[in-house]
């Protein structure tokens, strides 16, 4: 067979050409006559009485060490990140590689933290119109626990509802409220707050068009102006430096203060956090009273003329709601405390601190552990994940009192579960379950996802010390459950109370945004003052109306008499 590709000539059952490597398959398709043949070979190539080249095996050999670079490649791509670790660490001190990670995973804080800030410039921070409804369901248990505690049958009572439509415009507030109770409408309100005054406007539709108004007398007015609020909290947004500048003030001063760090001692060690175990490096160093001093004393020499810094309290300065005349003045002031901080630290002793740092790193170069420790106190937290599974641990411990988070899960995607618990001095406090919490969604400023948490037998016994026996015994094995689910432009919170698996009670909230209709202050109203006006008002209250809605909702007779006279 001849290669269509360079001519040569090889056998049939070849795959490759010898000479080039180019693949035959395709040649196979095409079957060529020993005529054509020959004047191919005539035209193409010359007759001489050289003898045939002898068949190569470069083109497999080519192949094979393509083969093998493309998983070399994609093995070195796979562990970019333990191998960029591992030259790192390897040809750094010790010193200069706890330095490094500790700045990157400050890098990584001050990109999230970034990434929020900017998140908050870019939102629009007036407050949208949105539909916003309460409602509350009643089991049969706790219908069965409220009616035991008050001492009469509520068994009745099954839903309550509150469904608010909320319009936000120049300063004006304004409500349309509906009451329902077991699905049945029982009134509704209207009402409108004038932010400028904090006068409150107030009617039932159904009954009267007109408001009746009345006006705070406390002096908070001005407290509630929400042109004042909105201004201030555009102001805190506007100083707010970007992602960069972030990064750059907190891996710069995070450096300073770890160059001032001495004798970072390094062992290898394996972290056991809930059965998760993963080996790594422990970094530890001695804090003392005088790296105190030398590192607070570099921190103020440094911010007293950083650039960044400058521009943010330049900014600041000039925020409106401050009303700082002079935002030169003012960093001049701002440099002057840092000066006279430093010189406070030069004439004062070294404070008496002898306090431990440990550092536990992976071999991806990730913190998985950190911790204080002093002799009055310790702290650590730890955060260890290997393939799915993941543990977390943090404590505080106090002249022997500790306190502590601990816990262990499950990752799947962007989604974590898992179980924890809450000790106190060594003992159960709460218990709490993690069901699909969607981290990747968390970043972005939305929570998903449900926690049930239930208190230990110990803690409700300490609640439940001046209880009724018989009431205690029906909340005993309560839990609480929280189902979020949020979005851009939607949020649905799910409060549940249960007992066992019986629900008690849940609360349900459930806000969206609705199309702005604005908000005005009524024209017409009557004063609250007005003892006449607010009798000819309140005559045209449709009481029986009110009552006989109530009936209809399943409210007991017995409860109504109060109303009717």
Partial sequence: MLCRNCGFDFEDSATFCPQCGAPVQAQTNTQQTAEDVATQVQTEQPVTNQQPPKKSKKGLIIGIVAAVVAVIVAILAFNASSLSNYFKKTFSSDKDYLKSVVQDSSSEFAEDLGSYFELLSTTDTTIP???IKYEINLGKSGANLIGQVLGMDVSWAKNAVIDMNMHFKDNVYAVDMALKLNSKQIIMFNYVIDMESYTVYFKLPEYNEEYVSLTSSTGM???????EMQKTLNDVINVLPDTKTLERIITRYVGIVFDCMEDVQKETVTVDVKGVALKCDKYSVELDGEFLAKAFTAVFEEAKDDNDIKKIVIDI?????????????????YQASLDTAIQSIKESENPAVELTYNTWINNKGDIIGIEFEHKDFVFSYFNVEKGKNYAVEASIEVDGNKFSFEGEGKISGSKKS??????????DFVEI???????????KGYTNGTIEIKPSSAMLLSMLDSVPSEISSLIDDLSLRLDIKTSEKEADLKLSLYQDDDILADLNLIGSTIDNKGATIPSNSISANDEAAMEKWAEKIDIVKIINALKEAGVPAELLPSFEG
């Fill in 129 to 131: 119109s949105q539909n």
């Fill in 221 to 227: 007015e001005g407290a509630f102006s929400s042109q």
């Fill in 317 to 333: 300065a000039k925020a409106e709601s401050l009303n700082i005349e002079d935002a030169d003045a003012f960093y001049k002031n």
């Fill in 418 to 427: 898992g179980e924890f618990v809450v000790k106190a001095m060594g003992v």
């Fill in 433 to 443: 379950t993690m069901k699909d919490f969607d981290t990747k969604s968390y970043e």
